[in-house]
């Protein structure tokens, strides 16, 4: 199996190239480098965060002749690793990362995890005014207490559950309506 592979890799070529202009991404690389003969495989690398183009990219050749031609210099086997053209074919959504910390801040939390960040935030407040007392300055933030938090936290929910069941029942009215 590796044997396969190296053999097939030392007949293909491949090309890696460097500062790339703006607005010279996937389709046109590939329409530009068609034209010298048969592409396998072109990765533009790509900001998983932004999904933006990082300016570099490497184009595999079905023949390293061809490769030679196009680009001048062909990457010698040994330098092509193997997760070099992984997911060739993707391209990344961008924001990544700030979707996922969206979607996890406006999830819905257990009461556990409420109840250990609101603990957590009493003692920042806590600690935020002893400094504040002892550098002389006179300010507090204001302390909820715990019952004080545990109150409105009832409130929320119920008025979330009520919510929850005026919907779902507009919802059964709407289907019931439709189906008779």
Do not use: D
Not at 108 to 130: D, T, W
């Amino acid at each position: 199996m590796r044997y396969s592979r190296l053999i097939l890799s030392m007949m293909r070529g491949v090309v890696l190239i460097r500062n790339l202009p703006y607005g010279f991404f996937e389709a046109e690389l590939w329409q530009y480098f068609e034209q010298f003969g048969k592409l396998n495989r072109l990765k533009l690398f790509r900001s998983k965060k932004t999904g933006r183009s990082k300016g570099y990219a490497m184009i595999e050749f079905a023949n390293s002749e061809v490769a030679k031609v196009a680009a001048g210099e062909v990457l010698p086997p040994e330098k092509v690793r193997n997760e070099a053209f992984r997911n060739w074919f993707r391209r990344p959504s961008g924001h990544y990362a700030n979707k996922k910390t969206v979607k996890k801040q406006n999830s819905v939390k257990s009461p556990i995890n409420v109840k250990n960040m609101q603990v957590r935030l009493l003692k920042h407040l806590k600690n935020a005014n002893k400094k504040l007392q002892q550098s002389g300055i006179q300010y507090q933030f204001f302390c909820p207490s715990m019952t004080l938090i545990q109150e409105t936290l009832r409130k929320v929910s119920s008025e979330r559950k009520k919510h929850e069941t005026e919907k779902n029942s507009t919802v059964l009215r709407q289907f019931y309506s439709q189906v008779s």
